[in-house]
Nanobody
Protein backbone atom coordinates (compact mmCIF):
# COMPACT_ATOMS: atom_id res chain seq x y z
CA UNK A 1 0.00 0.00 0.00
CA UNK A 2 1.27 3.45 -0.90
CA UNK A 3 0.54 6.49 1.19
CA UNK A 4 1.15 9.84 -0.47
CA UNK A 5 1.89 12.83 1.73
CA UNK A 6 1.54 16.37 0.44
CA UNK A 7 3.28 19.35 1.98
CA UNK A 8 3.93 23.00 1.24
CA UNK A 9 0.44 24.40 1.28
CA UNK A 10 -0.49 27.52 3.17
CA UNK A 11 -1.49 31.13 2.76
CA UNK A 12 -0.16 33.32 -0.02
CA UNK A 13 -1.02 36.71 -1.41
CA UNK A 14 -2.20 37.16 -4.96
CA UNK A 15 0.84 37.26 -7.22
CA UNK A 16 2.87 35.19 -4.81
CA UNK A 17 4.29 31.68 -5.01
CA UNK A 18 4.09 28.37 -3.22
CA UNK A 19 5.72 25.02 -3.88
CA UNK A 20 3.91 21.82 -3.07
CA UNK A 21 5.67 18.50 -2.60
CA UNK A 22 4.36 14.96 -2.64
CA UNK A 23 6.30 12.02 -1.26
CA UNK A 24 5.21 8.44 -0.70
CA UNK A 25 5.69 6.11 2.16
CA UNK A 26 6.15 2.48 1.38
CA UNK A 27 6.99 2.53 -2.31
CA UNK A 28 8.99 4.28 -4.98
CA UNK A 29 7.15 6.63 -7.29
CA UNK A 30 9.39 6.12 -10.32
CA UNK A 31 7.00 3.69 -12.02
CA UNK A 32 3.95 5.90 -11.53
CA UNK A 33 2.64 8.77 -13.59
CA UNK A 34 1.80 11.56 -11.16
CA UNK A 35 -0.82 14.26 -11.13
CA UNK A 36 -1.96 17.15 -8.99
CA UNK A 37 -5.66 17.77 -8.59
CA UNK A 38 -7.47 20.48 -6.69
CA UNK A 39 -10.89 20.87 -5.18
CA UNK A 40 -12.46 24.14 -4.10
CA UNK A 41 -15.48 24.20 -1.76
CA UNK A 42 -18.62 23.14 -3.58
CA UNK A 43 -16.75 22.26 -6.75
CA UNK A 44 -15.54 19.08 -8.42
CA UNK A 45 -12.01 17.77 -8.04
CA UNK A 46 -10.19 18.69 -11.24
CA UNK A 47 -6.79 17.88 -12.66
CA UNK A 48 -4.25 20.67 -12.56
CA UNK A 49 -1.10 19.05 -13.90
CA UNK A 50 0.40 15.66 -14.73
CA UNK A 51 3.86 14.28 -15.38
CA UNK A 52 5.03 11.03 -16.92
CA UNK A 53 7.30 8.54 -15.19
CA UNK A 54 10.40 10.00 -16.86
CA UNK A 55 9.31 13.60 -16.51
CA UNK A 56 9.51 14.16 -20.26
CA UNK A 57 5.77 14.57 -20.80
CA UNK A 58 3.66 17.04 -18.86
CA UNK A 59 0.09 18.30 -18.93
CA UNK A 60 -1.42 21.51 -17.55
CA UNK A 61 -4.98 22.67 -17.34
CA UNK A 62 -5.70 25.90 -19.17
CA UNK A 63 -6.32 27.67 -15.88
CA UNK A 64 -2.74 27.17 -14.65
CA UNK A 65 -0.74 26.93 -17.88
CA UNK A 66 2.19 29.30 -17.81
CA UNK A 67 1.95 29.80 -14.03
CA UNK A 68 2.39 26.32 -12.53
CA UNK A 69 5.17 23.82 -13.15
CA UNK A 70 5.06 20.14 -12.28
CA UNK A 71 8.33 18.28 -11.83
CA UNK A 72 9.66 15.13 -10.26
CA UNK A 73 12.91 13.98 -8.72
CA UNK A 74 12.89 10.20 -8.84
CA UNK A 75 16.12 10.13 -6.87
CA UNK A 76 14.38 11.91 -3.99
CA UNK A 77 11.12 10.07 -4.69
CA UNK A 78 9.25 13.36 -4.72
CA UNK A 79 6.93 15.22 -7.06
CA UNK A 80 6.58 19.00 -6.95
CA UNK A 81 4.12 21.63 -8.06
CA UNK A 82 5.63 25.10 -8.32
CA UNK A 83 2.84 27.66 -8.27
CA UNK A 84 3.64 31.20 -9.34
CA UNK A 85 1.49 34.25 -9.99
CA UNK A 86 -1.13 32.85 -7.67
CA UNK A 87 -4.71 34.06 -7.95
CA UNK A 88 -7.55 33.93 -5.42
CA UNK A 89 -9.28 31.41 -7.68
CA UNK A 90 -6.38 29.00 -7.07
CA UNK A 91 -7.65 28.59 -3.51
CA UNK A 92 -8.43 24.91 -3.00
CA UNK A 93 -7.28 21.70 -1.39
CA UNK A 94 -4.53 20.25 -3.56
CA UNK A 95 -4.08 16.51 -3.88
CA UNK A 96 -1.36 14.44 -5.47
CA UNK A 97 -2.20 11.15 -7.13
CA UNK A 98 -0.24 8.23 -8.55
CA UNK A 99 -1.19 5.82 -11.29
CA UNK A 100 0.66 2.96 -12.95
CA UNK A 101 -1.26 3.21 -16.21
CA UNK A 102 -0.56 6.76 -17.24
CA UNK A 103 -2.24 9.96 -16.08
CA UNK A 104 -6.01 9.90 -16.62
CA UNK A 105 -8.05 13.05 -16.28
CA UNK A 106 -10.49 11.61 -13.74
CA UNK A 107 -9.36 11.36 -10.15
CA UNK A 108 -11.33 8.15 -9.60
CA UNK A 109 -9.04 6.28 -12.00
CA UNK A 110 -5.89 6.78 -9.95
CA UNK A 111 -4.31 4.05 -7.85
CA UNK A 112 -3.27 6.18 -4.87
CA UNK A 113 -4.14 9.54 -3.34
CA UNK A 114 -2.79 11.84 -0.71
CA UNK A 115 -4.82 13.51 2.02
CA UNK A 116 -4.50 16.94 0.49
CA UNK A 117 -2.96 20.25 1.47
CA UNK A 118 -4.83 23.54 1.70
CA UNK A 119 -3.76 26.46 -0.47
CA UNK A 120 -5.37 29.80 0.24
CA UNK A 121 -4.66 32.86 -1.89
CA UNK A 122 -5.76 36.24 -0.58
CA UNK A 123 -6.47 39.20 -2.80
Amino acid sequence: QVQLVESGGGLAQAGGSLRLACAPSGRTLSRYAMSWFRQAPGKERTRVASISTTGISTYYSDSVKGRFTISRDNGKNTVYLQMNSLKPEDTAVYYCAANLGGAPSRWSEYDYWGQGTQVTVSS
